[in-house]
């Protein structure tokens, strides 16, 4: 208990502190900053101007949850950046307290402890944990359903909280339907194992515990009662723009679906982020847990099956949807966390009864050999041609073949060597020690050269524009925390797009002029196009490249002499 406490206690430190800086761009971990102000639009609408639309871009018909939260923190302590920032910063803290009573009641107080450690100092996860973006909360609401649903198996009817939790992680972000299904194959597969003696028998599975039983029931009386809630309360009245926002905004129009596509998204995973490399002593870890699991299957418990579906659906929702946004990668690492934290805090042999046994056991064993493989060596063989997709894929592929291969050869001797094999305390007390330090030290450079320039750019533009100004441009909601402008969106096919050209009414442009112009989005630029007289007011230092060099510039659209070509304003010189 006491270490989950100082483990939380460290979280919340490097979580909370600058908390108005600016994300990594040098090392970056995929965050995007002018995206904040944008999805906590309709929050801030609320509380400044007492209406949730003032334009024709809403999120909140995609993200209700995360636009309450954050209605909550503005509503409470006013409207910025700072503010903002607070409910992810709770999600990411709520998160590692979820993981720790989830791995409790799992595997004891060791495993809690030492999911508290790694999660908490986990820099990809903190960093994100630090911005006004959706995907902290969801990750959050998965955690508690998966930790709801460990604690289920001996107290039933907090499963209730469990899918009430799925439904949240959907309201806040629908890329959680990976986990819908995966807590569905298991609730599912319970009830089928203690009312089908012959899929049991077949399956050579035991029948589920009462409690076991029951916590399946509860979970899905909590998803059935809190979907049921949400379809009759947001859904249905608002069908019109979820259905927009949810399926033709965010399916529709982004991936392609060829089986080129799904090949080349499938292959990225390890390869064109760094997500995976920089917590690789995790990866490792948790691979080999999830093959334990894998090869215990029929006497796994429901919360270790789940955790696998967790890795194994939310990769495939990443092949399927969009593995090249590094977004979409940060719900696996609490997963990556409790598989691992599973291995390192038991001292028994890791795989006490194999139940993948029989004459196609090493076949069914193949696939999973391959992916963890291919994961694995992926995330270091890339180093080699980090700016080179192509031949990361190439011998990353070639070693998890060979891997898989080796491994389908040499079940027997893998099952025995997976029996023996045992985590002494030390042993595991290195391996956190190690990945956490490693964690830390990417913080440590981070803060060594922080900036808050898109902090004082924001402030600046208060001392420029009076309150209610209505200023075009997606940066326009990126730069809006800070002040009291009324920014008008514009994205490609939504938002203010439709009369994009024509909107006399909003005199100012906010864009990007380094490093390129519009590099926010190219729409931008058909605002640009429509207006040739406009002029250059001022210019502000922001940072989003690692270039160093980002400036976003204040345009009038109309250029009719009251503006100047003449003034650069940097962001770092005003407050």
Known sequence: MLVCLAALALGAALRGVWLTADPPSHATVGIVWHDEG?????????????????????????????????YVAFSTFGVGTWQARLVPVASGLAAVLLLAAGLGAVAGPRCAATGAILLATNYVFVMWNRAALMESTMTAMIVMAWASYAIAERQPRVGLLAGAAVVAAWFTKASSAFFVAAILI??????????????????????????VLAGAYWTLVGLALTGAAALIWFVVPHWHEYQFYNWQMSVVRKPAYTLRALLDRASWIPIVHDFFTRMWLVLVAAALSLLTIAARWRTATPSERLLAWWVLLGMAELVVHDSGNERRYVMLIPA????????????????????????????????????????????????????EVR?????????????????????????????????????????VALAAGGD????????????????????????????????????????????????????????????????????????????RVGYEGSVINDVLDAYPNRTIIMTFDVAETATGRDRAALIDKFGDGRA????????????
């Not at 003032?54 to 999120?59: A, F, Q, Y």
């Not at 390192?344 to 076949?363: D, F, I, K, N, Q």
């Open 38 to 70: 944008p999805w906590v639009h309709n929050a801030r609408n609320k509380v400044l101007w007492n209406q949730w639309r003032t334009d024709e871009w809403n999120p909140v018909f995609l993200t209700p949850v995360f636009t309450v939260l954050e």
């Open 186 to 211: 298991d609730c599912l597969t319970t009830v089928a194992l203690a009312w089908l003696p012959a899929v049991r028998r077949k399956a050579r599975m035991n029948e589920p515990t009462p409690a």
């Open 336 to 387: 990556l966390v409790g598989l691992a934290s599973l291995l390192l805090a038991r001292t028994h042999p890791v795989l006490r009864h194999s139940s993948v046994e029989g004459r196609y056991a090493r076949w069914a064993a193949f696939p999973v050999l391959l992916v963890l493989a291919y994961l694995v060596a992926g995330s270091m063989i890339r180093l080699a041609s980090i700016y």
């Open 391 to 431: 031949p990361g894929v190439r011998l990353s592929a070639l070693a998890a073949l060979l891997c898989a291969s080796y491994g389908v050869i040499r079940w027997r001797a893998l099952r025995g060597w997976l029996v023996r094999q045992e985590m002494p305390p030390v042993h595991a007390a290195v391996v």
């Open 440 to 515: 830390l030290a990417q913080y440590a450079q981070w803060a060594a050269t922080r900036s808050d320039d898109n902090y004082r750019a924001s402030r600046t533009l208060a001392g420029v524009l009076p309150a209610g100004t209505l200023v075009h441009g997606k940066l326009a909601n990126g730069l809006s925390l800070e002040n009291r402008i009324r920014p008008v969106f514009v994205g490609r096919e939504f938002g203010n797009y439709a009369d994009r050209k024509t909107r006399d009414d909003v005199r100012y442009i906010l864009t990007y002029v380094a490093p």
């Open 564 to 575: 100047s070509t003449s003034g650069h304003v940097a962001g770092r010189a005003h407050d």
